[in-house]
Nanobody, 120 residues
C-alpha cells in the first residue's frame, strides 16, 4: 500500500505561483496530481513516471504547471504559475502502478487533498 500526503496549498493572488508537495511511500510507477471542485469530476493536472520517461500534463493548466519527482526522497512537486480564479480547487496527489497516467481511475492511493484559493 502506498501512503500519500500532500502539502503546500493555500491562498494566492491572481497571477501568483504556488508549489505543492507530495510524499508517497511504497511502490509505484507513476505520481500524479488531480484537482476537483464541488459538483465536478476530478481532472488531471499532471503526472510523472518514477523511472524517467517523461511527464504528462492535462489541458486544464498546460503551460502554467510543471511536475518534478525526487525519487530519493519519495517526494514529488507540482509548481503552479500564473494562477487564475478558476484554478481554485482541492488538489490531490495520487500514486500507483498505472498504464494511463492522466486517468484518475487508474490510481489506488490518494492523499487527502490540499486546497488552493485564488483571490483577485
Amino acid at each position: 500500500e502506498v501512503h500519500v500526503a500532500e502539502s503546500g496549498g493555500g491562498s494566492v493572488q491572481v497571477g501568483g505561483s504556488l508549489q505543492l508537495s507530495c510524499s508517497a511511500s511504497g511502490g509505484y510507477n507513476c505520481m500524479a496530481w488531480f484537482r476537483q471542485t464541488p459538483g465536478k469530476e476530478r481532472e488531471a493536472v499532471a503526472s510523472i513516471w518514477t523511472g524517467g520517461g517523461g511527464e504528462f500534463y492535462g489541458d486544464s493548466m498546460k503551460g502554467r504547471v510543471t511536475i518534478a519527482l525526487d525519487n530519493g526522497k519519495n517526494k514529488g512537486y507540482l509548481n503552479l504559475f500564473r494562477l487564475k480564479p478558476e484554478d481554485a480547487a482541492m488538489y490531490y496527489c495520487a500514486a500507483g502502478y498505472v498504464t494511463r497516467p492522466l486517468r484518475p481511475d487508474e490510481y489506488k492511493s490518494w492523499g487527502q487533498g490540499t486546497p488552493i484559493t485564488v483571490s483577485s
